[in-house]
Each structure stands twice: as structure tokens, then as C-alpha cells.
């Protein structure tokens, strides 16, 4: 799971180096529209829907929290 993410946020902005941030907003990685695509993506990926009150900065601060968000999800 954590690869296919990583693959997924490769694919939204490739110069990023995902596995030594800490936290992808702060850091202004990704931005609004990163995190939509990214969210689009994960959902297709994953064939799940992220409720609207799980769409916040803390489920997306870096691949783990990511990483955890979907398994809420996908198990």
C-alpha cells in the first residue's frame, strides 16, 4: 500500500523527496490542488471514499498519515 501511494504522489509532483519530509503541507510540497488530485487518485486506487470530515491537514501530513487514512478504509 505504501508504494502504490508513494507511486500516486510521484505522479502528482516527481521532484519531491516524499520519504525525507515530515510534513508535505508545511513544507509547501503539495499544494490545494496536489491534494485534490491526490485524493481523486487514492480513491480510484483504492476503490474506497474518503469521508468530507477526514479531508484535513493532519491525514495528510506525510506517507504514514497517508498511509494510515486509507487503511481506514481498505483494511
Known sequence: MKDKILEILKDIRPDVDYINSSNYIEDNLLDSFDLAALLGDIEDTFN????????NKENFTNIDTIVNLVKKYNG
Open 48 to 55: 474506497i471514499k474518503i469521508a468530507g470530515e477526514e479531508l
